[in-house]
């Protein structure tokens, strides 16, 4: 089992759409939680980053984090053409450098 | 954030040779990591670049296949020996700002096909 479940898709949306990406997790030690967005031919650019668990919200991103369900979401309302990528969610443990990462979703929307 | 630039930003290269692929970022910063991406696949980290040390090398990758250097605290070398088509990959060079932050910041990559 990896020890964090991103389902890869991919997930075709119309314009305007409200967008639900998940991440499962296995290790409980796990603090710190990121959303990165991919475009194709790009590097991994910092979306969303929260500690612990909680809700928190940027624009029309908001990330959320249910520690107790080892579970992450990332929202996007109103999503727009623009948001078309692939989104990948990253953890790390308290005090240690290394992320670890999902599969990464790809997300089209369609106008 | 970091602005982080990595040469070449693709290439294509025969079975056996050897790729160095560079990465220069705008400000020092504390550490350097290098990953790979493999079509459709998620991101694997090879290692930890090390200033003036030797790179940590995460299981499955080791120094002979991928070499590291870094020199100084704004840039670093990866290099893919004696390739295979099975290197065929993105890599990826990340860094983090401060030493206790663990957000990390990306280049876009280097495209790479070995025939």
């Known amino acids: 089992q990896k020890e964090v479940e991103q389902d890869p898709g991919p997930l075709s949306v119309p314009e305007g759409a409200i967008v639900s990406l998940n991440c499962t997790y296995s290790n409980s030690a796990f603090q710190y939680f990121m959303w990165y967005r991919q475009y194709s031919r790009k590097g991994p650019e910092l979306l969303m980053y929260t500690y612990s668990s909680g809700n928190k919200e940027d624009g029309r991103f908001t990330a959320q984090v249910d520690k107790s369900s080892k579970y992450i979401s990332l929202f996007i309302r109103d999503s727009q053409p623009s948001d078309s990528a692939t989104y990948l969610c990253?953890?790390?443990?308290?005090?240690?450098?290394?992320?670890?990462f999902g599969q990464g979703t790809r997300l089209t929307i369609n106008p | 954030s970091a602005v982080i630039s990595q040469k070449p930003s693709r290439d294509i290269c025969q079975r056996g040779t050897s790729l160095t692929i560079q990465c220069q970022v705008d400000s020092q910063v504390t550490m350097m990591f290098w990953y790979r991406q493999q079509p459709g696949q998620s991101l694997t980290l090879i290692a930890t670049a090390n200033q003036g040390s030797e790179a940590t090398y995460e299981s499955g990758f080791v120094i002979d296949k991928f070499p590291i250097s870094r020199p100084n605290l704004t840039f670093s070398t990866l290099t893919v020996s004696n390739m295979s088509p099975e290197d065929s990959s993105i890599y990826l060079c990340?860094?983090?700002?401060?030493?206790?932050?663990?957000?990390?910041?990306f280049g876009a990559g280097t495209r790479l096909s070995v025939l």
């Open positions: 990253a953890m790390v443990i308290q005090g240690a450098q290394k992320l670890v």
């Open positions: 990340s860094v983090t700002q401060r030493e206790w932050e663990n957000i990390q910041y």
